[in-house]
């Protein structure tokens, strides 16, 4: 009896299981740009197909579970997943974070062991089953450990985002973390410990920990590979702390409340493997020195794809492009084995590009899907720090994106300028909020009319005439993103050499709103008086 139940621990235990979390209802989607229809939750399958996990558990919102399940139906037919390896969906009104979804695992009581935990649409080359039983040997040396969190270098020349991504001190030898300080990506969080000393900047560590050790390190350049090892208590944990939604708050809380938690987290930083997500891919070599590194190449694993190397320590920029172009790329250059300083096969993007791509994906699902205005802003706050994009080009390119809106809806593009305008003041009325997180500053609302007027001069919408200009105008200052004193502004102080401007202004639409807030103006006066 006792040998018996010594087995079935030993199987409960050597299970290997997996998390998918999907809280932006994204799973059944196709990454933008894929030239195949593999939507994000098929990359995250295939990798943990490739690993023989045992069981995977997809977290979603109810309204995308009917979908989830038959695409999983599809998956375990077209791919031959063996019958021991089980893919179950789970929905919950509350799936609205990590923390939310492991809330919902653990009511269930479905997690048995520690556990590989990743974002949909995950998808990579790390030895995941390696992982996997590496912190379960951890564990055994230190049975207070909670989680190894994946992390990977970040390729920048110099320290002036210090304090916007996470920073680790962490044990040299083992990966313990001794100290975390989160990082400021998005602009509604409280600044962490970091002031500004002239141009130098600073970070607070406890003295104990460097007095206490021989050695410890600092990181101040590692990103989240969206990919993380959890031990089989943390589902309990984030139960426990109904406030943490997020890896970040439950480190926080593992070193704010440690006497009380008694956990201790640990990282294992990635510098020759790679882990991404589809909808942050890709990296791409922009190459400055005199050598191609070949070890960048793409393999081809039976019937799916995974990335071998991807980035290495002599990388100096990176840029984001299309995935399935880069990859097919990176596979050209497997088979030709050539050296070869970058591909002219892929189109390099901005990133201003991306980012307004990015702002109006966010927008695009916003409308259509009803996300909450504060996760639309934190999307753009964290796409805005990725890209180091400047807080001026953050107005317009949400005034820009709000404008090309209209024409990327699935229910169908506006025929008529009527129609343009009406869509356009639903979209401004649906994203209020975010509008006035935003545009706060006199300087912010003078760039949002003049990116309103650049669109019209340079006729990059055919339905954006200056009737609809001056409706939208009139909307922005019905929710009070623009104010009187801005618009007017506007109206009477432009370049008068400009024969284009001043034409602008005298169409009838535009005299009309300038008169309309000049008679509003002088009867505030009025009252005032």
């Given at each position: 009896?006792?040998?018996?139940?010594?087995?079935?621990?030993?199987?409960?235990?050597d299970?290997?299981?997996a998390?998918?979390?999907d809280?932006?209802?994204?799973?059944?989607?196709?990454?933008?740009?894929?030239?195949?229809?593999?939507?994000?939750?098929?990359?995250?399958l295939?990798?943990?197909?490739?690993e023989?996990?045992d069981?995977?558990?997809?977290?979603?919102?109810?309204?995308?579970?009917?979908?989830?399940?038959?695409?999983?139906?599809?998956f375990?037919?077209?791919?031959?997943v063996?019958?021991?390896?089980?893919?179950?969906?789970?929905s919950?009104?509350?799936?609205?974070?990590?923390g939310d979804?492991?809330?919902?695992?653990?009511?269930?009581?479905?997690?048995?062991?520690?556990?590989?935990?990743m974002?949909?649409?995950?998808?990579?080359?790390l030895p995941?089953?390696?992982?996997?039983?590496?912190?379960k040997?951890?564990?055994k040396?230190d049975?207070?450990?909670?989680?190894?969190?994946?992390?990977?270098n970040?390729?920048?020349?110099?320290?002036?985002?210090?304090?916007?991504f996470?920073?680790?001190?962490?044990d040299?030898?083992?990966?313990?973390l001794?100290?975390?300080?989160?990082?400021?990506v998005a602009?509604?969080?409280?600044?962490?410990?970091i002031s500004?000393?002239?141009?130098m900047?600073?970070?607070?560590?406890p003295?104990?920990i460097l007095?206490?050790?021989?050695?410890v390190?600092?990181?101040?350049?590692?990103?989240s590979?969206?990919?993380?090892?959890?031990?089989?208590?943390?589902?309990a944990?984030?139960?426990?702390?109904?406030?943490?939604?997020?890896?970040?708050?439950?480190?926080?809380?593992?070193?704010?409340?440690?006497?009380?938690?008694?956990g201790?987290?640990?990282?294992?930083?990635i510098?020759?493997?790679f882990?991404?997500?589809?909808?942050?891919?890709?990296?791409?070599i922009?190459?400055k020195?005199?050598?191609f590194?070949?070890?960048?190449?793409?393999k081809?694993?039976?019937?799916?794809?995974v990335?071998?190397?991807?980035?290495?320590?002599s990388?100096?920029?990176?840029?984001?492009?299309?995935?399935?172009l880069?990859?097919?790329?990176?596979a050209h250059?497997?088979?030709?084995?050539?050296?070869?300083?970058?591909?002219?096969?892929?189109?390099?993007?901005?990133?201003?590009e991306?980012?307004?791509?990015?702002?109006?994906?966010?927008?695009?699902?916003?409308?259509?899907?009803?996300i909450?205005n504060e996760?639309?802003i934190?999307?753009?706050?964290?796409?805005?720090?990725?890209?180091n994009?400047?807080?001026?080009?953050?107005?317009?390119?949400?005034?820009?994106?709000?404008?090309?809106l209209?024409?990327?809806?699935?229910?169908?593009?506006a025929?008529?300028?009527?129609?343009?305008?009406?869509?356009?003041e639903?979209?401004?009325?649906?994203?209020?909020?975010l509008?006035?997180?935003?545009?706060?500053?006199?300087?912010?609302?003078a760039?949002?009319?003049?990116?309103?007027?650049?669109?019209?001069?340079?006729?990059?919408?055919?339905?954006?005439?200056?009737?609809?200009?001056?409706?939208?105008?009139?909307?922005?200052?019905d929710?009070?993103v623009?104010?009187?004193?801005?618009?007017?502004?506007?109206?009477?102080?432009?370049?008068?050499?400009?024969?284009?401007?001043?034409?602008l202004?005298?169409?009838?639409?535009?005299?009309?709103?300038a008169?309309?807030l000049?008679?509003?103006?002088?009867?505030?006066?009025?009252?005032?008086?």
């Amino acid at each position: 009896m006792q040998t018996n139940s010594i087995i079935m621990a030993s199987k409960k235990e050597d299970i290997k299981q997996a998390v998918i979390v999907d809280y932006k209802a994204i799973a059944c989607k196709v990454p933008g740009g894929s030239s195949n229809r593999k939507p994000f939750i098929q990359y995250s399958l295939e990798w943990l197909l490739i690993e023989k996990f045992d069981e995977i558990f997809i977290c979603c919102l109810p309204d995308q579970f009917k979908q989830l399940r038959e695409f999983v139906q599809l998956f375990s037919r077209t791919e031959d997943v063996p019958k021991s390896m089980s893919i179950q969906v789970h929905s919950s009104d509350t799936n609205h974070s990590t923390g939310d979804c492991l809330r919902d695992l653990d009511s269930k009581a479905l997690i048995k062991a520690d556990f590989v935990i990743m974002d949909v649409g995950c998808c990579g080359n790390l030895p995941l089953a390696e992982l996997l039983s590496s912190h379960k040997r951890l564990r055994k040396q230190d049975k207070n450990a909670i989680l190894t969190s994946i992390v990977r270098n970040l390729f920048t020349k110099n320290l002036t985002n210090l304090g916007e991504f996470p920073i680790y001190v962490s044990d040299p030898k083992t990966g313990l973390l001794l100290h975390y300080i989160a990082g400021r990506v998005a602009k509604n969080e409280k600044p962490g410990p970091i002031s500004a000393v002239g141009r130098m900047r600073c970070v607070q560590i406890p003295s104990e920990i460097l007095l206490e050790r021989q050695s410890v390190k600092i990181h101040t350049n590692l990103s989240s590979t969206n990919l993380s090892i959890y031990s089989s208590n943390v589902p309990a944990l984030y139960s426990e702390l109904f406030d943490c939604h997020s890896e970040a708050d439950l480190i926080q809380a593992a070193f704010d409340n440690h006497e009380v938690l008694g956990g201790s987290v640990y990282i294992h930083v990635i510098d020759d493997l790679f882990s991404q997500r589809m909808a942050d891919f890709g990296f791409a070599i922009n190459q400055k020195r005199e050598k191609f590194d070949t070890n960048l190449i793409y393999k081809r694993n039976e019937r799916s794809q995974v990335l071998r190397k991807l980035v290495n320590d002599s990388l100096i920029d990176c840029t984001r492009l299309n995935p399935e172009l880069f990859l097919s790329n990176l596979a050209h250059e497997e088979d030709s084995d050539e050296e070869t300083e970058s591909s002219s096969e892929v189109s390099m993007m901005e990133d201003d590009e991306i980012f307004f791509g990015e702002v109006l994906d966010s927008l695009l699902r916003g409308y259509e899907e009803t996300i909450r205005n504060e996760n639309l802003i934190l999307e753009i706050n964290s796409s805005k720090h990725a890209y180091n994009i400047s807080i001026d080009d953050v107005y317009t390119t949400i005034i820009k994106a709000l404008l090309f809106l209209p024409g990327k809806l699935s229910s169908g593009h506006a025929r008529s300028h009527g129609e343009f305008a009406s869509l356009v003041e639903k979209a401004i009325d649906k994203f209020k909020q975010l509008l006035l997180n935003y545009v706060k500053s006199n300087q912010s609302r003078a760039t949002v009319i003049s990116t309103i007027e650049r669109l019209y001069i340079s006729n990059q919408l055919d339905l954006l005439n200056d009737t609809v200009l001056a409706k939208i105008i009139y909307k922005l200052y019905d929710i009070d993103v623009l104010d009187e004193e801005s618009i007017l502004s506007w109206y009477r102080d432009y370049d008068k050499s400009d024969k284009v401007q001043e034409q602008l202004r005298s169409r009838p639409a535009i005299r009309q709103l300038a008169q309309a807030l000049e008679a509003e103006s002088e009867d505030s006066d009025d009252d005032s008086d």
